[in-house]
């Protein structure tokens, strides 16, 4: 059972994607044209991307790996390109129908399910792999170890997941933020140190057989983010 502060989250999170931030979610993951703080959060966005599938086998084929908070579904295609049985699921019901729209006609190798919903859900099954991009960063952090402990219990190999890294200059990014009116912005990001979360992981009974394996941060202009991989060992 999850914490009564996840749930929450998970409520304002869906009414954000779902509403407030809709439009411009749909812009910054296609490629039409945006401004020049979006254009560094697209490119980090990308090479975010490109840093969990390289935690991954090149060839997934008859995988089974779990997106867990999908988005607009990037993410997802390049693991059914690899061969993989992608259980793709978001929290926003509108991300997953614009996911839906912009599947590709052909994906002859993999395929991708698409469900609304918490990620966290026991009844999407067992995974060999779970990747998570950036949809953990707004939880906090005892919450972000009891959600991989829960993940753990359903995975055979690889748990990628992306935290937003505690430093100077991200707080100031998220002080700055709170200026603004609470309509324009999204749930707070909770940073936390590596060291800090690390420890918390170590102490998760569920996760007493998995290592970190690597961690990589990305900080491109106004997108920073820290990558991790689990192991079953």
């Excluded at 840093?51 to 295609?77: E, H, I, K, N």
Aim: charged residues 25%; positive net charge; proline residues 5%.
């Amino acid at each position: 059972m999850q914490h009564h502060s996840y749930l929450e989250k998970r409520g304002q999170l869906e009414q954000y994607f779902d509403r407030t931030a809709f439009d411009a979610w749909a812009k910054l993951t296609s490629t039409a044209p945006v401004s020049g703080i979006r254009k560094t959060v697209r490119a980090g966005r990308d090479e975010m991307r490109n840093v969990l599938l390289a935690y991954l086998p090149s060839d997934l084929s008859g995988q089974r790996v779990l997106d867990a908070g999908c988005g607009t579904g990037a993410l997802a295609v390049e693991l059914a390109k690899r061969g993989a049985r992608v259980m793709a699921t978001d929290i926003s019901p509108t991300l997953i129908k614009l996911a839906r729209e912009r599947l590709p006609s052909d994906l002859p190798n993999g395929s991708i399910e698409f469900f609304a919903g918490d990620m966290l859900d026991p009844s999407l099954g067992q995974f060999d792999h779970v990747v998570c991009m950036d949809s953990m960063i707004h939880y906090h952090r005892h919450d972000i170890a009891k959600a991989l402990a829960g993940l753990a219990e359903r995975t055979r190999n690889t748990i990628a997941f992306t935290f937003a890294p505690k430093n100077p200059f991200l707080s100031t990014m998220i002080a700055v933020g709170r200026l603004f009116p609470r309509g324009d912005r999204a749930p707070f990001i909770e940073p936390v140190a590596e060291q800090t979360l690390a420890k918390l992981i170590t102490q998760e009974a569920l996760l007493e057989s998995w290592q970190i394996a690597s961690t990589q941060k990305i900080a491109r202009g106004f997108y920073i983010s820290q990558a991790m991989a689990l192991r079953k060992s």
